[in-house]
Every structure is written in C-alpha cells, then in structure tokens.
C-alpha cells in the first residue's frame, strides 16, 4: 500500500491576539483515493486545520505534508496538487460562469482552448449546461456552490478540499453534490471534507476524525466510530421534565431539552425494564424509550457530554 497523500502531525495555530489556540495538536493521515471527514461543531478548528492544509494560514507548530510537499516551505508546488471549495462563497458575481472557469483555469497555465473545453465539459457534469454564459449574480445558493466546486476542478486537482459544502443546500442540492462527491471518488480523486452534518459524514467518509475544541477526539470509520459506544449499549429516554434526582444510579446520564420535554442519554448496561421502572419510582413521566443505536452523534454525546449542533 502507499503511504499517505497528506499528514497533519501535532498541527498547531493560535490567532494573533487570541488567548486561546484555535487548533491544539490535531494530528492525522488521509490516505490516497479515500473520502476523510473533519465533523466537529462550530469553532471546532476545521476550516483553520483546512486553511494550513491549503497554505492560507500559517500554522504555530506542528507541520502539515500534501503530496510529498511541505505546506510552509513548498506552498506552490501544494497548490498546484490541490483545490479549495471554501465555506464562503468567492465566485465574482459580476463575471459569467463561464468567465469564471477559465479565468481560474488560465492562472493555473491552461491555453485558451483547453480551458474552453474543460469548461464546458465540467458546467455538463454540474447540471449547469447552458448556463455558462450567465452572470453569477442571476445564479440560486445550489447553483452557485456547483459552480465553485466545477471551478476547483478545473485544474483536476489530486486532493479536493470541501468545506462544509452541503450547510445551507436544500435536500435535492444536497443529494446531488453527495453524487458528484461520490463520483469524483470513484474518479480517484481524493476529498477532505468538513461538515457538521452527522448523516452527510457517515454517508459519504471513509474515514472520520472528530474534533472538538481544536483537539482530535475520534478517529476511525464510521462503522468503528459507532463501535466507541460500550457494547452499544444504552438508552435515550425522553421524559415530560426532568427525572427529579436524576437517573445517575443506573448509569452515565447527558440530559438536554428538546422543545419543552427532557431527553437522558443514559450509557449502562441497565435493562429497559428497570429504567423504565426507576423513571416511575422518582415521579418522572416517560415518554418514550429507545436503545441507542450507535449513530455518530450518539457516539459524539457519549465522547463529549454534549450535542454536535
Ligand atoms: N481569522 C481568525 N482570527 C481569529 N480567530 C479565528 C479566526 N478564524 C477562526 N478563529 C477562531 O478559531 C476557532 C476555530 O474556528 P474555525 O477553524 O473557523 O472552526 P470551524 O470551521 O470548525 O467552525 C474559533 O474559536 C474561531 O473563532
Ligand atoms: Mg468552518
């Protein structure tokens, strides 16, 4: 096997003027053709781990590698190897879609016919056909985020850096980007994407590491992440307020409100009969019970204590 397309080691980055590093020590691998998801909350660190990994900010320690490249010494070479889908959009409104691409495409050293080509070739794959010769400005929050995503192509970059391209899309546009991801994939192309989306990260990572606080929290495959859960063993019980003295003698309990009801996690390895009958003796009213199932977000309450969003 080859070794890896990127390394992050011990990635550090404090803000000029922030008390806090907004990146403490992440470190991993992202291995060649494969799909690596960032999930973490907002204020995580990810589009900050994202800015070193493509040279726009300057780490504090640490040392990042994409392609045999050093980030700080050889940014140049990094970005000819990579492409960029930022989380805020930066197409210029005031140029057409077309203009768009092969203004991007000549920086990167394309002639005049290959960026044509290419163009038009990536406006098909995008659902955009015909619509090159319109202005940005006329262009839906969908369309335009397939657009940036066809501009990163253009230069058919090795590694494709994502971040959180589905937040804001509606269903369909979001199906449809998690198509085309799939399929640049299957192209050999290999992504880093951010996301908060637990479903998304699941869906499409092959790997996923978790991070909170600027710290690396998880690692692994989705189906490994969802293993971290002990034995997938647990409940979540919501109850019509909260259970008066708690239900910390049947295990750990993370409780939150949803709408005007209470909601327990409860990791242990309690039998739901005897958690329904603890509810009851301390005069709570169960709405309902259910085994957690070991989806990613019952996996981050159990890593973290708390919501991913
Ligand atoms: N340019 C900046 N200057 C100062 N602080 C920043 C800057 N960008 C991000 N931060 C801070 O760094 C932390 C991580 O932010 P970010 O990397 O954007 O997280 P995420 O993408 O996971 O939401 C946050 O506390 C954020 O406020
Ligand atoms: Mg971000």
Redesign the pocket.
Known sequence: MSGPIVTVAELRKR?AG?PDE?VKGISFEIHPGEIFGLL?P????????IGVMTTRVVATGGSVTVDGFDVSKDPTAVKQRIAVVP?RPNLDRSLTALENLTFHAAYFGFSRRERKERAEELLRAFGLEGRGGDRVDFYSGGMAQRLMIARALMHRPRILFLDEPTTGLDPQARLFLWDQIEALKAGGTTILL?THDMVEAERLCDRIAIVDH?ERIALDTPRGLRQLLPSGEGFELITEAPVPGGLDALGRAETDEVGDRTRTRLFGDAQPAAVAQAVESAGGTLVSLRRLEGTLEDVFVHLTGRELR
């Open positions: 803000y922030a907004a973490g907002n204020g995580a660190g990810k589009t900050t781990t989380q951010t600027g």
